[in-house]
């Protein structure tokens, strides 16, 4: 799987069409996490409300980022933290290592954080010689399939309960077993005594709260926990867009968030970091450092139509939502963040010469524009994006040729466009597909469209191979309308 990178998207993303268990897997949990977001979005009555707040004070932030940025460091220093500033990964990562190395750290825990993945501090780490062990479960597992991980998340969504079952077998020599309970319990027992041992730990953090310099790492399985308090050394690696102004402002984001990523009412764990221990006697660890990493974010910052991006607070729930991701998963995208944010980020993390396929990677639904907390409008972003890869012939020339729009497919869009404009053709199209779903197809499943257009269509034939097709109702909105008058006449 690591293999795979954003300038193949097109043909990793072929290649995951055709595993049955990958859909499969990414069917069942993606469609629970959108259940779970729906029910719990709509426990609380004023979810718009919350949505348009949180970008609110998301826009305010970022117009006067380098403000709240100051505000934050003072404020954390005044509590006894150590705040360092990153250009960039290299220079992340050399922090990093810097102080491991001052410590004669052999052995550091890491709790699950998208910018360290983003900054592939393990493998920096581990360059040195020192020990980068994931905690979290779903990042345990990957780290020891020796994958990235598919979702912002649930790292791990992509693998069934046999497959980490195998796994567990094949590289901690457990005797088989599937059952859940034994392999959570396996992990946890051999996750504790690497916290006993540890020299340091790496966590991320969700949000840094500029008023009174804290930081909020949210979680469920109790690892951040002691990831943050059992070693002598806390490190934390912050994106620099994480900074919010106020401690009243988190009561938002912790209605948001939680219910957007997983449907949960609130996490199990909210560990607020304000500086070191106090007391030498109380929990927590004696240092506690503080990188607040730049990497391409000041980039985005700068423009007023990419700024919106750095909104975004990592809850997943675009990807859940979006059918492209629902059938390719996390690991075609080729880069740390998949997904509709990762479309729209990665390009402009680490440039459009290697990304460009990414933008591409979507139909525009606004299925992420729907779901996302923080009202991020992703598809203007992915077209602004599209639009100055057009401007870039270099970089149009380097696009897949699959990607340039076909013939057949331009001929297809015009015919779409005049049946979608004429309401009397759409009305006999509509007729016509009704009579193909019902005597032709009959069945409307995915097996038969695709084998019909297979055999009478080959060309459209790309069309059905991966995506399914929704059965057409019975009867159509306008009869349906007529029906519910005539009713209720
Ligand atoms: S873009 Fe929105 S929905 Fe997607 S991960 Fe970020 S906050 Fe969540």
Same mark, same amino acid.
């Given at each position: 799987?690591?293999?795979?990178?954003?300038?193949?998207?097109?043909? =990793?993303?072929?290649?995951?069409?055709? /595993?049955?268990?990958?859909? #499969?897997?990414?069917?069942?949990?993606?469609?629970?996490?959108?259940?779970?977001?729906?029910?719990?979005?709509?426990?609380?009555?004023?979810?718009?409300d919350l949505r348009t707040e949180a970008r609110r004070i998301k826009d305010e932030t970022l117009l006067h980022l380098d403000k709240y940025l100051e505000e934050f460091t003072a404020n954390a220093e005044k509590a006894g933290a150590q705040i360092y500033w990153a250009r960039d990964a290299a220079e992340a990562n050399?922090?990093?290592?810097?102080?491991a190395r001052d410590r004669a750290a052999r052995l550091v825990v890491k709790s699950k954080s998208m910018t360290t993945e983003e900054i592939h501090l393990n493998a920096a780490l581990e360059a040195e010689g020192i020990e980068a062990l994931e905690t979290d479960l779903g990042e345990y597992i990957i780290q020891l399939a020796g994958e990235t991980p598919s979702h912002i998340i649930a790292p791990a969504i992509h693998k069934t309960r046999h497959q980490i079952a195998d796994l567990f077998v094949d590289k901690l020599g457990i005797a088989p077993t599937d059952d859940i309970a034994a392999l959570t319990a396996t992990a946890r027992r051999v996750l504790r005594d690497k916290f006993a041992a540890a020299d340091i730990g790496v966590s991320g953090v969700n949000?840094?709260?500029?008023? !009174?310099? !804290? +930081?909020?790492?949210?979680?469920?399985?109790?690892?951040?926990?002691?990831?943050?308090?059992?070693?002598?050394?806390?490190?934390?690696? &912050?994106?620099i867009e994480k900074v919010i102004p106020r401690f009243d402002d988190l009561e938002v984001f912790l209605k948001l968030l939680?219910?957007? #990523?997983? #449907?949960?009412?609130?996490?199990?764990?909210?560990?607020? +970091?304000?500086?070191?221990?106090? /007391?030498?006697?109380?929990?927590? *660890? =004696?240092?506690?450092?503080? +990188?607040?990493?730049?990497? #391409?974010?000041?980039?985005?910052?700068?423009?007023?139509?990419?700024?919106?991006?750095?909104?975004?607070?990592?809850?997943g729930a675009c990807l859940n939502a979006c059918p492209v991701y629902q059938q390719i998963g996390g690991h075609a995208y080729g880069s740390v963040y998949p997904g509709p944010i990762g479309a729209v980020i990665t390009p402009q993390l680490i440039g459009l010469e290697k990304t460009a396929q990414l933008p591409y990677a979507s139909s525009l639904c606004g299925a992420c524009r729907e779901v996302c907390p923080v009202k991020i409008d992703i598809p203007e972003l992915l077209l602004h994006l599209r639009a100055e890869i057009k401007q870039k012939s270099e970089?149009? =020339?380097?696009?897949?040729?699959?990607?340039?729009?076909?013939?057949?497919?331009?001929?297809?869009?015009?015919?779409?466009?005049?049946?979608? !404009?004429?309401?009397?053709?759409?009305?006999?199209?509509?007729?016509?597909?009704?009579?193909?779903?019902?005597?032709? &197809?009959?069945?409307?499943?995915?097996?038969?469209?695709?084998?019909?257009?297979?055999?009478?269509? *080959?060309?459209l034939a790309a069309w059905t191979d991966g995506r399914d097709l929704r059965p057409i109702e019975a009867k159509s909105f306008r009869q349906q309308w007529r029906d519910r008058g005539a009713k209720s006449a």
């Open positions: 799987m690591n293999h795979l990178t954003t300038e193949t998207f097109d043909a =990793n993303a072929r290649a995951a069409l055709q /595993d049955v268990q990958l859909r #499969g897997a990414l069917r069942n949990a993606t469609s629970l996490f959108g259940k779970r977001r729906l029910a719990a979005a709509r426990s609380l009555s004023n979810w718009e050399d922090i990093v290592k810097k102080l949000f840094g709260v500029a008023e !009174t310099g !804290t +930081i909020l790492i949210l979680e469920n399985e109790g690892n951040i926990r002691l990831t943050t308090s059992l070693p002598r050394t806390h490190i934390a690696v &912050v994106g939680p219910r957007s #990523g997983t #449907g949960q009412q609130l996490t199990t764990y909210q560990s607020l +970091i304000t500086g070191t221990k106090r /007391d030498a006697n109380a929990e927590g *660890p =004696n240092e506690l450092h503080i +990188i607040l990493l730049d990497n #391409g974010r000041s980039r985005m910052l700068a423009h007023p139509t990419t700024r919106q991006s750095l909104a975004c607070i990592r809850c970089i149009r =020339n380097q696009r897949s040729e699959a990607l340039k729009p076909k013939r057949a497919e331009q001929l297809a869009f015009k015919l779409w466009a005049a049946i979608m !404009t004429r309401p009397t053709w759409y009305a006999l199209s509509a007729k016509f597909a009704r009579f193909f779903q019902r005597f032709i &197809v009959r069945r409307n499943t995915i097996t038969r469209v695709s084998r019909f257009v297979a055999t009478f269509a *080959p060309p």
